[in-house]
């Protein structure tokens, strides 16, 4: 396939902003099995053996997002003995792309983040695009995932049949039909999209505004559940390095997945929203007769107000095992 991936242009202003992420004190490249290091933004509270037991959680993030995107402040989880482990899924911000991935690498480098902490086992919570990589870590490793969490995440065609784009927007359900290249060409136009929306394309100076193509309540729910800047910052830097990771996410997550969601044994609760045009309630719905252990919530609100209910979805999993 000869294509050509949308980038952020190299500057002084995006250069200090990925130091600046690095340098942090959430951020670090963790290599895996196979020797790729990727990055992992883990935050939260690390002294579990000298002052007691607390709550390891890895966090799968959506598309196209990375590991630091629009997660709480460090405080925050701290406070209340929590430690989150959000690897970078590869092909977004620094972590190196691997194409024609499945949704067993991505089980693989969250279970080799595990054990390169000495963490046995964990709750996961995945949203949106993640929801296939969440739920094949938990199939695959059933005894290093106590519980999942599964946050506004959309089902693939064969999953729903004919009901799949009910609900759904234009632009999501369009792409179904595509193939490998027109899906790929696609993705990079929205990647441009994005950016433009996102990003001074002369200087790559992140713009302070919410890109006005979402919804009224889709927009509300932004400023009411995150700060607006890391909504920018997170679409600037998870296509740093071009569109390909977030090609790879759509086309695992709108076709085949190739497992079985019956290998999912542990308990799993389901989040959703009345008014999401990206993972409409009936796939929740759905989701929830797939599965063998599964609980359903559906709540007002659009997809973006999911940021706000990390506190409460690790609070439940931690009451429901």
């Given at each position: 396939m000869v294509a050509v991936e949308r980038r952020l242009p190299e500057n002084a202003i995006l250069r200090e902003r990925v130091d600046e992420i690095l340098a942090s004190?959430?951020?670090?490249?963790?290599?895996?099995?196979?020797?790729?290091k990727i990055h992992v933004d883990r935050r939260g509270y690390r002294n579990f053996e000298s002052h007691g037991d607390g709550t390891e959680v890895?966090?799968?993030h959506g598309s196209p997002f990375y590991g630091g995107a629009v997660m709480p402040r460090q405080i925050a989880?701290?406070?209340?003995?929590?430690?989150?482990?959000?690897?970078?899924?590869?092909?977004y911000f620094v972590s190196p792309r691997k194409p024609n991935r499945d949704f067993e690498v991505s089980a693989d480098d969250a279970a080799d983040v595990l054990s390169y902490h000495g963490v046995k086992n964990c709750f996961v919570i995945t949203k949106s695009g993640g929801i296939g990589h969440g739920l094949k870590f938990a199939a695959k490793y059933p005894?290093?995932?106590?519980?999942v969490a599964v946050i506004a995440g959309a089902l693939s065609h064969d999953m729903m049949g004919e009901d799949w784009a009910d609900g759904m927007a234009k632009a999501n359900a369009d792409i179904f039909p595509m193939n490998d290249e027109t899906l790929y060409s696609h993705i990079g136009k929205q990647a441009q999209l994005i950016l433009n929306e996102n990003t001074n394309p002369e200087t790559g100076q992140r713009l302070q505004h919410i890109p006005p193509r979402l919804s009224d309540l889709a927009r509300r729910d932004i400023r009411n559940n995150v700060y607006e800047w890391d909504f920018q910052d997170t679409y600037s830097m998870a296509l740093l390095r071009?569109?390909?990771?977030?090609?790879?996410?759509?086309?695992?997550?709108?076709?085949d997945w190739g497992f079985d969601l019956r290998d999912?044994?542990?308990?799993?609760?389901?989040?959703?929203?009345?008014?999401?045009?990206?993972a409409p309630p009936a796939h929740g719905r759905q989701l929830q007769q797939l599965l063998p252990n599964a609980h359903l919530?559906?709540?007002?609100?659009?997809?973006f107000r999911s940021f706000s209910d990390?506190?409460?979805?690790?609070?439940?999993?931690k009451q429901m095992v």
């Open positions: 004190g959430t951020s670090e490249l963790v290599p895996m099995r196979d020797g790729v890895v966090y799968i989880f701290y406070r209340q003995r929590i430690e989150v482990f959000s690897p970078t899924r590869r092909g005894d290093r995932v106590k519980g071009g569109h390909g990771g977030w090609y790879d996410d759509v086309r695992m997550l709108y076709h999912v044994r542990q308990p799993v609760l389901l989040y959703y929203y009345e008014s999401d045009a990206y919530t559906v709540s007002p609100g659009s997809h990390i506190y409460t979805v690790i609070h439940d999993l």
